[in-house]
């Protein structure tokens, strides 16, 4: 008999202003932003920095066809930034135990931007 895999994510209001840079060049910055912390089978992810979708349409993006499902937060739907494909993803109607980020946005790293808190 296979373990269950434990995974859950916890979010929560962030008090501090965040900052999203693109290819070294500040696009946003924001102080209503939610973090997420998600852990799955004994390990913990990096923290997510999610930004209010009101926010992030002051920036020249385009939504694609590109879609996800998480068991633990829901279906993702994705925008792209410039040259970067599929690289800012959004919840427009997460599972009840992450509702907080509901309407809001989160970047990928892996792709060019850099998220860092104002110090």
């Known amino acids: 008999m296979s373990e269950e895999k434990v995974h859950y994510a916890k979010t929560k209001a962030s008090d501090q202003t965040y900052q999203v840079f693109f290819n070294q060049k500040l696009i946003l910055?924001?102080?209503?932003?939610?973090?997420?912390?998600?852990?799955y089978?004994?390990?913990?992810f990096a923290t997510v920095i999610y930004f209010p979708e009101s926010?992030?349409?002051?920036?020249?993006?385009?939504?694609?066809?590109q879609t996800t499902?998480?068991?633990i937060k829901g279906d993702a739907t994705y925008r792209n930034y410039q040259e970067a494909?599929?690289?800012?993803?959004?919840?427009?109607?997460?599972y009840p135990q992450v509702r907080?980020?509901?309407?809001?946005?989160?970047?990928?790293?892996?792709?060019g931007f850099r998220v860092s808190v104002v110090s």
């Open 41 to 44: 089978d004994g390990k913990d």
């Open 100 to 111: 907080q980020i509901r309407n809001h946005c989160a970047f990928a790293q892996s792709k």
């Open 69 to 71: 499902h998480c068991p």
């Open 85 to 94: 494909e599929n690289s800012i993803w959004c919840y427009r109607e997460p």
């Open 29 to 39: 910055e924001s102080n209503q932003t939610i973090e997420l912390d998600e852990h």
């Open 55 to 65: 926010v992030i349409t002051s920036l020249d993006t385009s939504e694609t066809d």
